[in-house]
């Protein structure tokens, strides 16, 4: 069974630009989180998506937006992106009843 | 959420059990205890979780005391590999799981 896919592997982007970050969930899972970390620090929660729809959404600014496709895989998008924005970026997904599941993130460099 | 209180750091020495505290003093009823590891720059890997009951399954056991205040990671055969940042996390009805700074266990030859 295909574990949680995320793509691109490596990302690097100017000061300004927008960067789109993509996840493929467990067959099967329908919610996806979505978590930051930046260097030397702890995961930070983004966002959660369930059947389509956003369910939670961690402390962060507007420019960090997302989506979930028919298919329950997503999308992160951040926009303006600043040099603080640098980190590892990971997916998760699940299924309600039992623990979440690790993509191996997308390093987000932003020069 | 309920929240976690765990150690900064721990040894193990190579082929000894690790035992990995957690207190979560304030979780409720329905809120159940997760297990994850990270290794350097790598996603979290799952580990284990429970309710209430002891579980057990190929990677650790999850001692959870019968208050449920507090439980106890337990790797039974630590090796190298092992080294990681554990975490232990309470997740509530929300489904979200939120990670503090977990426990550093560094496992040695």
């Known amino acids: 069974e295909a574990g949680v896919t995320q793509s691109p592997t490596h990302l690097i982007k100017t000061r300004g630009q927008q960067a789109t970050l993509r996840c493929s969930p467990i067959s099967g899972h329908t919610s996806v989180y979505w978590y930051q970390q930046a260097l030397g620090l702890g995961l930070q929660f983004l966002l959660w998506y369930d059947e389509g729809e956003e369910r939670n959404r961690g402390n962060f600014p507007p420019r960090f937006s997302g989506r979930q496709f028919p298919n329950y895989s997503s999308e992160l998008n951040v926009n303006a992106l600043e040099l603080e924005d640098s980190a590892l970026y990971l997916c998760?997904?699940?299924?309600?009843?039992?623990?979440?599941?690790f993509g191996q993130g997308t390093r987000l460099t932003v020069v | 959420d309920a929240k976690t209180t765990q150690p900064t750091s721990m040894d193990c020495a190579e082929g000894r059990a690790a035992n990995l505290p957690c207190n979560h003093s304030?979780?409720?009823?329905?809120?159940?205890v997760y297990w994850y590891r990270q290794i350097h720059s790598q996603g979290p890997q799952y580990i284990i979780h429970?309710?209430?009951n002891n579980e057990t399954n190929e990677m650790a056991s999850l001692i959870i005391t019968e208050d449920r205040k507090s439980s106890t990671l337990i790797l039974p055969h630590a090796t190298l590999r092992d080294t990681a940042v554990y975490y232990c996390?309470?997740?509530?009805?929300?489904?979200?799981?939120?990670f503090g700074k977990g426990t550093l266990l560094t496992v040695n030859p």
């Open positions: 996390i309470v997740r509530g009805s929300n489904y979200k799981l939120t």
């Open positions: 429970g309710l209430k």
């Open positions: 304030t979780i409720s009823g329905n809120e159940y």
């Open positions: 998760a997904s699940s299924s309600r009843d039992r623990g979440a599941f």
